[in-house]
């Protein structure tokens, strides 16, 4: 009916506060010791692009929702856009925008701090390769 309602929102939300984010954001860049004496410049992820990862996911999976939900003719181009309003059928739509909407937003999002976890492991293991490579020489 209108699950995909819940993730598109979301989505909206943090686009707004990927943008806000990224104009007070400052590039953090740090240099790396190679084991064979080079040094190469790495520049850290922001939490900007990390939250943009969010967004793609988010507004990918609010299409193919949306896409599917007028596939099936749940949502037409005239108003009121959801049948389920047309037919009466309100407190069922909001019902399942609260499950099935809100479940679905949750797994992206957390499956999203999954990721940055990862990326933030990562880098962490980099930079510390890079002291014990200082410390060593």
Not at 26 to 50: A, P, Q, R, Y
Not at 63 to 78: Q, T
Request: net charge negative; glycine share 8%; with cysteine.
């Amino acid at each position: 009916m209108a699950c995909f309602l819940v993730p598109t929102t979301e989505a909206v939300i943090t686009t707004i506060a990927t943008k806000v984010i990224k104009s007070k954001e400052k590039k953090e860049n740090v240099e790396l010791s190679m084991e064979d004496g080079s040094v190469s410049e790495m520049t850290k992820i922001s939490f900007s692009t990390k939250l943009g990862w969010l967004n793609k996911l988010l507004w990918g999976g609010s299409a193919l929702l949306a896409f599917e939900h007028v596939w099936h003719g749940e949502v037409v181009p005239f108003f009121p856009f959801l049948t389920a309003v047309a037919d009466g059928e309100t407190a069922g739509m909001l019902k399942e925008m609260g499950t099935a909407g809100v479940s679905m937003a949750g797994l992206v999002t957390l499956i999203w701090v999954g990721m940055v976890a990862v990326t933030s492991a990562m880098e962490k293991k980099a930079l510390n390769a890079d002291n014990a490579v200082k410390e060593g020489a």
